[in-house]
């Protein structure tokens, strides 16, 4: 009997270490990138171009001095801070109503138009480009944050809308008619009653569209010219010029814009993922 067991017991172990290499190489995959940029972020311009994969022989701290001090780096997350809570804030409000409009007042096709709402997300970010471009010149909100707010605001209203419709259309009904006995309205009955019971889908869409926001590249290059409304993501591509770069202390820009990113994460994590599961279950 111990014999039968013997290559069992060989072939779980065989099978948990393989598991654990699997995860380990997409564990070093995923996290050397950053662990190299962090670690160039302290050479200098020669050492990195003449050893990238090496240990710096002098921790170069001046990089991030120069990082904040040359590229006006205080500025671009002043920008980028006010778009991406701004753009969040209106995201959130408008995919909010929508969501209870579809998912809580019965009305001919509330189906279908929330088919096409969500349809949205199959849609390509960079294929809205020119019909964007066209419509913030025409409002005369180019080159300006409050153009990049509402345009952040709008890509992102197609996933909002499918998180929190699923977390609206669980809530019971008897909720409401009990609100509706007492006299609410229906602004009330979205202010007082669904909007607060949906809290976990409105932090896991809020955190979605702040990451979009606060990433966002293509269209702060689109819809902006100046320094005026220059976010972060786009400021930190100036550290290249014509004839040089400064590849070190443009890292320390990056390491720097990534670090609220990071911090967003770990506050909101536990929702995110207690956001997913439960959205996938209810929606």
């Known amino acids: 009997m111990g014999r039968n067991r013997s290559p069992s017991l060989i072939a779980d172990r065989a099978a948990s270490l393989a598991k654990w290499l699997f995860l380990l190489f ?16 302290f050479k200098t311009n ?13 921790w170069q701290f001046a990089n991030y001095i120069n990082a904040v001090s040359i590229s006006g780096l205080h500025l671009l997350f002043l920008h980028t ?22 998912s809580r007042e019965p ?33 005369g909100l180019y080159d300006t944050l409050f153009g990049l707010i509402i345009t952040y605001a709008a890509v992102s209203i ?29 602004a009330q009955r979205f202010t007082r009653v669904i909007f607060p019971l949906s809290r976990l889908g409105l932090v896991t869409a809020g955190t979605f569209v702040f990451l ?20 972060l993501q ?3 591509r100036f550290f290249k010029s014509q004839f040089i770069t400064d590849y070190t202390s443009m890292y320390a820009a990056i390491v720097l814009s990534i670090i609220p990113t990071i911090f967003v994460y770990i506050l909101f994590h536990d929702k995110i993922i207690k956001g997913m599961t439960s959205g996938a279950v209810k929606g």
């Open 26 to 41: 997409f564990l070093i995959i995923t996290l050397f990138p950053l662990i190299w940029l962090v670690i160039s972020s």
């Open 46 to 58: 020669l050492e990195f171009q003449t050893k990238p994969f090496s240990i710096p022989e002098l």
């Open 81 to 102: 801070i006010v778009v991406s809570f701004a753009s969040t804030a209106l995201n959130i409000l408008a995919a909010s109503m929508a969501a209870f409009v579809i």
């Open 107 to 139: 009305f001919r096709g509330h189906e279908t138009v929330f088919n096409i709402v969500v349809a949205g997300i199959l849609v390509p970010v960079i294929a809205l480009m020119v019909p964007y471009f066209r419509l913030i010149s025409g409002l």
């Open 158 to 186: 197609p996933v909002s809308v499918f998180l929190i419709h699923g977390f609206m259309r669980s809530i019971p009904r008897e909720l409401e008619e009990a609100a509706v006995i007492d006299g609410c309205s229906l």
């Open 212 to 231: 979009f926001s606060w990433n966002e590249f293509i269209y702060a290059l689109l819809l902006t010219s100046s320094v005026k409304a220059r976010t």
């Open 234 to 236: 786009l400021g930190i």
